[in-house]
């Protein structure tokens, strides 16, 4: 009896079509045409893609002529358009050096040919590329994503019917066009402006909107209808130490803002952006309670600033199921804290609940007398909280005292762990994981660093000798982790080989 020659199975080319498109499109282009060469069945399996990714690993690089590597570079766009069968639904052009335009016209040009539903553009180095008439007739687009580019539609441009995402980063674009694009979007839910705006008041009508971003200059966000709008960032990307921003006394506009966003669940706003909102109005309280709002994220604040202070207050006071809380401070220098400390003393706080307030981190602490009176308002009213993460600015002299005085506060949680960075030192009968790290404020110049990183280290053994007696035993920590530290220094080994003493249940210990 003859035995047939055993005959291999080609198990990768016997997949379904819709498993060697999905394998095909985790490659890049460059790579999913090599593919090509596998074998028959595969020699025109990549031109069947129905997403084009022009990125810059086509981009020689190396390439020293540039003007080489652009012809280079479309010789390859051209190819692969000439070749592609079938529908494009995804394409992206993401070339950092691309200096012509034409190419990228042709490109659109064809995409709309073909029903493209996904464009993502994102070019550098070109001055005030204009889109194309092309795109604005690409009425199938479902996320659109733009970068550096100047954008005008054409008069005969009615909107697309059926956007769900709009990204614009950098773009040149009148605010009135803008309006109109957004309100002429009957299915925008995600809306992203990084924007170089400058106007009184920008106009939201997104009526299924459930995300918006905003990076541009101050300026009154109005929502006109966004029912199902849960999550909102509004920030105004200025250097706050060197510019200044005045915002004139008006109506405050809170109450309008809140009222407009009933589904309101997580909030990211800088200090500009509340001012704006405030105009110069004090409450202690919203009319409207943020039922809804469980992240509440806050830039830039000077709580030293009677107005700062005030509306973070009167916000936390308006949000009883709050979950997570995050604060940036600003250490900016006021010349007259009277009116804070009064303004503190004749505060009631009895109406302040946070039973659901799980998680706080505070950056940029100094140890001043409204920071650490909101530290001992959060630990007191929050019985649910489970982690506090306090990360004191480097240039603080007092930041063993800031601990100090915290061991003393009171709280409402049996079970929170404080972690404490640029410091050493904490007392918490309930902490479970520290971690600390010698990390400098990024907000510091750099020459200023260098004098401060010394003083600190300098300074920092001298400090832990005067509180030998507060350092207290870490009889619940289980983990610790110590960033930037040199162990050839003698002051800083002693550091943290009494640090370690002290935690007789230690587990694990990380050093870097």
């Given at each position: 009896?003859?035995?047939?020659?055993?005959?291999?199975?080609?198990?990768?080319?016997?997949?379904?079509?819709?498993?060697?498109?999905?394998?095909?499109?985790?490659?890049?282009?460059?790579?999913?045409?090599?593919?090509?060469?596998?074998?028959?069945?595969?020699?025109?399996?990549?031109?069947?893609?129905?997403?084009?990714?022009?990125?810059?690993?086509?981009?020689?690089?190396?390439?020293?002529?540039?003007?080489?590597?652009?012809?280079?570079?479309?010789?390859?766009?051209?190819?692969?358009?000439?070749?592609h069968q079938g529908p494009i639904t995804k394409s992206s052009l993401i070339i950092p050096n691309l200096k012509?335009?034409?190419?990228?016209?042709?490109?659109?040009?064809?995409?709309?040919?073909?029903?493209?539903?996904?464009?993502?553009?994102?070019?550098?180095?070109?001055?005030?590329?204009?889109?194309?008439?092309?795109?604005?007739?690409?009425?199938?687009?479902?996320?659109?994503?733009?970068?550096?580019?100047?954008?005008?539609?054409?008069?005969?441009?009615?909107?697309?019917?059926?956007?769900?995402?709009?990204?614009?980063?950098?773009?040149?674009?009148?605010?009135?066009?803008?309006?109109?694009?957004?309100?002429?979007?009957?299915?925008?839910?995600?809306?992203?402006?990084?924007?170089?705006?400058?106007?009184?008041?920008?106009?939201?009508?997104?009526?299924?909107?459930?995300?918006?971003?905003?990076?541009?200059?101050?300026?009154?966000?109005?929502?006109?209808?966004?029912?199902?709008?849960?999550?909102?960032?509004?920030?105004?990307?200025?250097?706050?130490?060197?510019?200044?921003?005045?915002?004139?006394?008006?109506n405050c506009k809170f109450v309008e803002f809140f009222d407009s966003l009933p589904a309101l669940q997580q909030?990211?706003?800088?200090?500009?952006?509340?001012?704006?909102?405030?105009?110069?109005?004090?409450?202690?309280?919203?009319?409207?309670?943020?039922?809804?709002?469980?992240?509440?994220?806050?830039?830039?604040?000077?709580?030293?600033?009677?107005?700062?202070?005030?509306?973070?207050?009167?916000?936390?006071?308006?949000?009883?199921?709050?979950?997570?809380?995050?604060?940036?401070?600003?250490?900016?220098?006021?010349?007259?804290?009277?009116?804070?400390?009064?303004?503190?003393?004749?505060?009631?706080?009895?109406?302040?609940?946070?039973?659901?307030?799980?998680?706080?981190?505070?950056?940029?602490?100094?140890?001043?007398?409204?920071?650490?009176?909101?530290?001992?308002?959060?630990?007191?009213?929050?019985?649910?909280?489970?982690?506090?993460?306090?990360?004191?600015?480097?240039?603080?002299d007092e930041r063993l005292g800031i601990l100090e005085e915290l061991n003393k506060f009171g709280r409402a949680?049996?079970?929170?762990?404080?972690?404490?960075?640029?410091?050493?030192?904490?007392?918490?009968?309930?902490?479970?994981?520290?971690?600390?790290?010698?990390?400098?404020?990024?907000?510091?110049?750099?020459?200023?660093?260098?004098?401060?990183?010394?003083?600190?280290?300098?300074?920092?053994?001298?400090?832990?000798?005067?509180?030998?007696?507060?350092?207290?035993?870490?009889?619940?920590?289980?983990?610790?982790?110590?960033?930037?530290?040199?162990?050839?220094?003698?002051?800083?080994?002693?550091?943290?080989?009494?640090?370690?003493?002290?935690?007789?249940?230690?587990?694990?210990?990380?050093?870097?």
């Amino acid at each position: 009896m003859e035995i047939a020659p055993f005959q291999p199975v080609d198990m990768i080319s016997n997949l379904p079509d819709n498993v060697i498109e999905i394998i095909l499109m985790c490659l890049t282009m460059r790579d999913a045409a090599k593919t090509s060469i596998l074998s028959k069945q595969w020699r025109y399996k990549w031109v069947k893609l129905p997403q084009l990714i022009f990125d810059d690993t086509l981009w020689q690089k190396s390439e020293r002529n540039q003007e080489l590597a652009r012809m280079k570079f479309v010789g390859i766009l051209y190819q692969v358009l000439l070749l592609h069968q079938g529908p494009i639904t995804k394409s992206s052009l993401i070339i950092p050096n691309l200096k012509g335009c034409s190419e990228i016209n042709h490109l659109i040009y064809i995409l709309w040919k073909n029903g493209v539903e996904e464009f993502t553009l994102k070019i550098k180095n070109i001055e005030e590329y204009k889109l194309p008439s092309s795109l604005f007739m690409c009425l199938q687009l479902k996320h659109l994503n733009l970068s550096s580019c100047l954008i005008s539609p054409p008069p005969s441009f009615k909107g697309f019917n059926k956007l769900i995402r709009l990204e614009l980063h950098g773009v040149t674009i009148d605010p009135e066009v803008l309006g109109s694009l957004i309100s002429s979007s009957p299915l925008l839910e995600h809306l992203v402006l990084h924007v170089p705006i400058e106007v009184d008041s920008l106009k939201i009508d997104a009526p299924r909107l459930k995300l918006f971003e905003l990076e541009c200059y101050p300026t009154h966000v109005c929502f006109k209808k966004s029912p199902l709008l849960a999550i909102v960032s509004e920030t105004s990307g200025i250097d706050l130490y060197e510019d200044e921003v005045i915002v004139e006394d008006g109506n405050c506009k809170f109450v309008e803002f809140f009222d407009s966003l009933p589904a309101l669940q997580q909030l990211c706003i800088d200090s500009y952006f509340m001012k704006i909102l405030a105009a110069g109005q004090l409450q202690s309280r919203l009319s409207v309670s943020l039922i809804h709002l469980k992240i509440l994220k806050l830039f830039e604040i000077c709580l030293d600033s009677l107005d700062d202070l005030s509306y973070v207050l009167c916000l936390i006071r308006s949000s009883p199921n709050l979950q997570k809380l995050n604060l940036e401070i600003l250490d900016r220098a006021i010349t007259d804290s009277s009116p804070v400390l009064e303004f503190l003393k004749v505060q009631d706080y009895s109406d302040v609940f946070l039973n659901q307030l799980q998680k706080v981190k505070l950056e940029y602490i100094s140890g001043t007398v409204p920071e650490m009176t909101l530290i001992k308002l959060l630990l007191e009213k929050s019985p649910k909280l489970n982690r506090m993460v306090i990360w004191p600015i480097v240039i603080c002299d007092e930041r063993l005292g800031i601990l100090e005085e915290l061991n003393k506060f009171g709280r409402a949680s049996p079970n929170e762990g404080i972690s404490t960075y640029n410091t050493y030192k904490w007392d918490s009968s309930h902490m479970r994981d520290l971690t600390t790290q010698a990390t400098k404020s990024p907000k510091i110049k750099e020459e200023e660093r260098k004098s401060v990183g010394a003083k600190w280290r300098e300074n920092r053994a001298h400090q832990f000798c005067d509180h030998q007696a507060i350092l207290a035993t870490f009889n619940n920590l289980k983990i610790l982790k110590l960033s930037d530290i040199s162990l050839e220094s003698l002051d800083e080994l002693s550091s943290v080989l009494r640090l370690i003493r002290s935690c007789p249940n230690l587990e694990e210990v990380k050093i870097e």
